[in-house]
């Protein structure tokens, strides 16, 4: 299983980031996909989720303003990430959970500065 996340960098408050997750190593359009994040010195929290069948599922953090997505040909969850606020930096990552079992991708930094 890989998660390969991409499409960090740095933003201005108020702006917008789409983040990306390519998967392999598995059957991706059957299985739920999710979006973590940890800033320094904190847990990981999770972020968004999107069920095999397209519903999602967001932390009242980014309610209105963050949206998960997938694209099935392409093995892809993205990350569409709208009205940035500097709490929103973290390093980001994509997670897979099967059974007892997790698998995370290496992170992609994000960070909201003016």
């Known amino acids: 299983v890989q998660l390969q996340a991409s499409g960090g960098g740095l933003v201005q408050p108020g702006g917008s980031l789409r983040l990306s997750c390519a998967a392999s190593g598995f059957a991706f359009r059957f299985n739920s996909l999710n979006w973590y994040r940890q800033a320094p010195g904190q847990q990981r929290d999770l972020v968004a989720s999107?069920?095999?069948?397209?519903?999602?599922n967001y932390a009242d953090s980014v309610k209105g303003r963050f949206t998960i997505s997938r694209d099935n040909a392409r093995n892809t969850v993205y990350l569409q990430m709208n009205n940035l606020k500097p709490e929103d930096t973290a390093v980001y990552y994509c997670n897979r959970k099967m059974g007892s079992t997790e698998y995370w991708g290496k992170g992609t930094q994000v960070t909201v500065s003016s």
């Open positions: 999107i069920t095999s069948g397209g519903t999602a």
